[in-house]
């Protein structure tokens, strides 16, 4: 089982950029996924998650109005759309695939791991 996530890069705050995360090994259409990232130093914390029908996606508090999480069960794909991404937005990024089919925001919750991608944003 292989999860790779891209789409990382160096943005001014106030711009976007559209994380993926592309899964292989098998199928996962019936588990929930989610994003989380981990700042120099800190904890990974928890991003955003969406159920396995791609209903009912949960944002943390943090990134509620500005980040949008999508799947694509037919790619095997989840996105995470990120706007007015802010300098405190900078972490590696990490996709993941949930032992449930219902989202949740633990970190134990998730099974499989992307190695992450690196969201650097400037002021």
């Known amino acids: 089982v292989q999860l790779q996530a891209s789409g990382g890069g160096l943005v001014q705050a106030g711009g976007s950029l559209r994380l993926s995360c592309a899964t292989s090994?098998?199928?996962?259409?019936?588990?929930?996924m989610g994003w989380f990232r981990q700042a120099p130093g800190k904890e990974r914390v928890f991003v955003a998650a969406?159920?396995?029908?791609?209903?009912?996606?949960y944002y943390a508090d943090s990134v509620k109005g500005r980040f949008t999480i999508s799947r694509d069960n037919a790619k095997n794909t989840v996105y995470l759309q990120m706007n007015s991404l802010q300098p405190e937005d900078t972490a590696v990024y990490h996709c993941?695939?949930?032992?449930?089919?219902?989202?949740?925001?633990?970190?134990?919750?998730?099974?499989?791991w992307g190695q992450g991608t690196l969201v650097t944003v400037s002021s």
């Open positions: 090994g098998r199928t996962f259409s019936n588990n929930a």
């Open positions: 969406i159920n396995w029908s791609s209903g009912s996606p």
């Open positions: 993941a695939v949930s032992r449930f089919a219902i989202r949740s925001t633990g970190v134990n919750d998730y099974r499989y």
